[in-house]
């Protein structure tokens, strides 16, 4: 096997992003959260990630920030340590080390120096007893500290963060879990625990979901599962306590909070709308419905300007005071499952997949961002548990981006199944998929694979589709049929079957030549243009699962996975079986710009990859346990520009790069060393170029540093031979006139510039000075001519130095050539030096 010490796997953006709740800066200006190993810091206003804060080698729990200073923020991990950043930066202050998983953790600013944490009683990450416990954070100057001052607090609590919250600036807290709410007292050191029934008069259930606390009152908000609120208050005394409820939502209640005035209370739930209560007037509310999905979080800027929502579709949405939606954050929406496969748009190179319900959504890898969703179904989702609607369960691209195909279904487990089969064509005009053919129950039962002919030199668009019913249908592009007509359309151009079998898969080869579709335990080999059977190719008893072609060298190959845990490889020249291995293949695919090819085996709960070439018997790359559970969705993307690998076990990664989807919804890729290096050093130059304002001298900055690297000797040549800048030059005029709050201190002008206009200037007194000169000793020279026309004796030494030579080295001037010399340089070619400077 070859090594892939060079290769790991990494993740590939499209984590969620609310996981946990999200936290806003104290300016509103900034928005942090959970994402994956990472907290990610998204800006307010254009919705774009401004910092990814990396050091946690588990998955994030919580962030808060710092209540003594406003420019830092903590996080907590899964790794045991909890971490302090500057956020606008993005650096790494200090690293506590707990030694036990963190759940969620808070803070207040009447406990400095201590953070409040929720983790496991036992040191296991799967206990079902959680505590809380106050952390002393350690004051030193070492960056990695051992923290050891742990105290409990609560015994048992519940391990979501939404069920814990300070009030009245520390002075208590409030923890929820079950029917039993307990509220602790900081200075008396004391806790008082109430409890609810589980069930009252009108059947509803009082479990508690979340609580939240006012900042300035003595009142706890408690939401619980019948969707009622409970404003608790007097709970100082134990058996004086009071609470009024408050009921507008119609299911649980998943998150409560109060803005920093205290005037509002804010809730949310599975309606997806937002309902502002009036606080002491809870009969006046506000709503903003139609978020789009179930609210999980809710978050308040600490000074109050903006909420902000979190969702089940990992989307969080920034809202204004006047409860107006202000931007909108769109993480990959992950949903309990992906019934489409991992397709890459040819044109914008974008991940696409299911999205909300009802959704195609188009991610785009490299920016880490959702750039848009595509309304397939086109209708309003009813978020209604039990309620049947249509899922898009099958997607397809041509080979050009310029059609897409869809299938929908509803009441799929029912003995009548409806099916729309839908084809999109891209509008040039509007840059989005426009719906142009749609087809009603294309196939009397269920669609179970779909594709397009992918060939470039098809004079026709091709589709073909397979249904249980026992047939695979194509569908050819047909122009209009009428001049009246809009455009072309789609029509049925054949239907195939084999002995009544059910056919499970479908592919076409590189050139479109050849269609394979597999019966059951049969593959048939047909024609696309005659629509001939050629060839039936024979296997070991077991159901195909996979078909694919071979590509360029390796096109005469057919490979395929059967139920029976083999891949098998057909040589279509001799239509015989080549070879086969026994294994259970759970994802067989093949990278369209080369003869790799990938398949994901499942071993013992865990994924192993092995890329390989049909035609040679030793895989280029293998790894195990890549992850854990089955991976039976990824795809091969096309890079942006080929990677220059020299080693062997990382060569099939220079063109395409793999990703493929977890069990668990992780969107997951393969790295090299070469190119996180290469990633990591256009980062910090991105940083270091962003951090320069645009002003005519960092133009001049950036003109110098771009230039090519010169030796000693080529730069004293040119600056011998380069002109001296006149003052009169663009550049200067333009740096001499732009304001001075626009250009940066004098401290941080380039010596370089400086000392290049001091240059300038000595040249310029050098240059008077020798005009001066020259014009001294021209009037000695003529004055002295007359006595060099008289005749002289020639000695033996001067005839002997007037030798050919000597001539030959140093030719003399005659008296009309030195005065031509000394005119031409008395002109003044300034002129000339500012028009090669602009």
């Given amino acids: 096997m070859v090594e892939q010490a060079e290769i790991r796997v990494v993740h590939q953006g499209g984590s969620k992003i609310t996981f946990r709740e999200p936290v806003l800066s104290s300016d509103s200006r900034f928005l942090l959260c959970a994402s994956g190993h990472n ?23 919580g962030v808060l920030l710092r209540p003594s200073n406003h420019l830092q923020v903590y996080s907590c991990s899964a790794d045991g340590t909890v971490r302090l950043w500057d956020f606008t930066d993005g650096v790494l202050i200090k690293t506590y080390v707990i030694g036990y998983p963190i759940c969620s953790i808070y803070a207040s600013a009447s406990h400095d120096g201590v953070v409040f944490i929720v983790m496991p009683a036992q040191r296991d990450k799967r206990s079902d007893v959680f505590q809380l416990v ?9 960056q990695l500290v ?17 069920a814990v919250a300070f009030g009245r600036s520390g002075e208590y807290l409030a923890s929820a879990k079950g029917l039993q709410l307990e509220i602790y007292f900081f200075k008396k050191q004391k806790s008082y625990r109430f409890f609810l029934k589980e069930d009252h008069k009108n059947g509803g259930r009082n479990t508690f979901t979340c609580v939240a606390c006012h900042p300035k009152d003595d009142c706890v908000a408690t939401g ?96 204004q005071s006047c409860v107006k939606v202000s931007s909108i954050i769109q993480g990959l929406v992950k949903g309990e499952n992906v019934q489409t496969d991992l397709m890459v748009d040819p044109r914008s190179k974008a991940l696409v997949l299911n999205g909300k319900p009802g959704h195609l959504q188009f991610y785009s890898l490299q920016r880490d961002k959702l750039l848009f969703n595509l309304d397939i179904v086109q209708q309003e989702y009813i978020h209604e548990s039990g309620l049947k609607q249509f899922e898009v369960v099958k997607a397809a691209f041509d080979g050009s981006g310029s059609w897409l195909a869809t299938v929908e279904e509803r009441n799929p487990k029912a003995a009548e199944v409806e099916v729309n089969l839908k084809l999109w064509a891209f509008d040039e005009q509007t840059q989005c998929f426009v719906l142009n053919t749609t087809i009603s129950a294309p196939h009397e039962a269920r669609i179970t694979a779909m594709c397009f002919d992918q060939a470039a030199s098809s004079r026709t668009t091709m589709l073909l589709s397979c249904s249980r019913d026992g047939h695979f249908k194509a569908w050819q592009l047909a122009p209009p049929a009428h001049t009246d007509d809009e455009g072309p359309s789609w029509s049925c151009d054949f239907v195939g079957a084999y002995h009544n079998l059910l056919p499970e898969c479908c592919c076409f080869s590189a050139d479109g030549s050849l269609l394979a579709v597999s019966f059951q335990e049969v593959v048939t080999v047909w024609s696309p243009s005659s629509w001939e059977l050629l060839v039936t190719l024979s296997q070991p008893p077991g159901d195909i699962r996979d078909l694919c072609f071979g590509r360029l060298s390796c096109s005469k190959y057919l490979l395929g996975t059967t139920t029976n845990k083999l891949l098998c490889c057909w040589n279509l020249l001799t239509c015989s079986l080549e070879w086969s291995t026994s294994t259970d293949v759970s994802l067989l695919l093949g990278d369209p710009l080369s003869e790799n090819m990938a398949a994901f085996c499942l071993q013992d709960r865990s994924t192993d990859l092995f890329v390989f070439k049909p ?64 990633l990591m050093a256009s980062s910090k130059q991105l940083v270091i170029d962003d951090s320069v304002a645009m002003t005519p001298f960092y133009l001049l900055l950036g003109k110098h540093r771009h230039q090519q690297p010169e030796t000693e000797e080529q730069a004293r040549g040119r600056s011998a031979e380069r002109p001296a800048v006149p003052q009169s ?25 400086v000392q290049s206009l001091l240059i300038s200037v000595t040249d310029n007194r050098e240059e008077n000075k020798l005009s001066e000169e020259e014009m001294d000793s021209e009037k000695g020279e003529e004055e002295a001519s007359d006595e060099e026309m008289e005749p002289r004796v020639t000695r033996p030494e001067e005839a002997l130095s007037d030798s050919p030579e000597m001539e030959s080295v140093a030719p003399a001037l005659t008296k009309a050539q030195v005065r031509e010399l000394r005119r031409v340089r008395k002109l003044d070619h300034s002129w000339l030096a500012g028009l090669l400077d602009s």
């Avoid at 099939?652 to 070469?674: C, E, G, H, P, V």
Wanted: with cysteine.
């Fill in 146 to 162: 051992e923290t050891t001052d742990l105290s409990a607090v609560l015994g048992d609590v519940s391990s979501n963060p939404v």
């Fill in 224 to 319: 619980h599962e019948d969707g009622k609120i409970r404003l608790w208050r007097n709970f100082n005394h134990k058996k004086e306590y009071t609470y009024s409820t408050l009921h507008w939502h119609h299911s649980a209640v998943s998150s409560l909070c109060f803005t920093p005035e205290g005037t509002n209370l804010l809730s949310g739930g599975v309606e997806s709308v937002l309902v502002q209560w009036r606080y002491g007037q809870e009969s006046q509310r506000d709503f903003l419905p139609r978020l789009g999905a179930a609210i999980t979080h809710i978050a308040v800027s600490p000074d109050g300007a903006l909420f902000c929502t979190s969702h089940s579709d990992n989307k969080i949405t920034v809202i």
């Fill in 729 to 753: 030059s663009a550049a200067v005029r333009e740096l001499l006139q732009t304001p001075a709050h626009v250009l940066p201190s004098t401290s941080f002008l380039c010596s370089m510039f």
């Fill in 39 to 61: 907290v990610k810091v998204f800006s307010t206003a254009t919705e774009e990630c401004v910092q990814e804060l990396r050091g946690h080698t588990d998955l994030v729990t």
């Fill in 615 to 678: 035609s040679e018997p030793r895989p280029l790359f293998s790894q195990k346990a890549v992850c854990s559970g089955r991976v039976t969705r990824a795809v091969f993307a096309p890079r942006e520009a080929m990677l220059e690998s020299c080693e062997e076990s990382s060569q099939w990664l220079n063109r395409s790069q793999l990703y493929f989807l977890t069990s668990l919804m992780d969107l997951l890729t393969f790295s090299t060393k070469a190119e996180e290096e290469r």
């Fill in 134 to 142: 106050a952390v002393n954070l350690p004051q030193c100057a070492d």
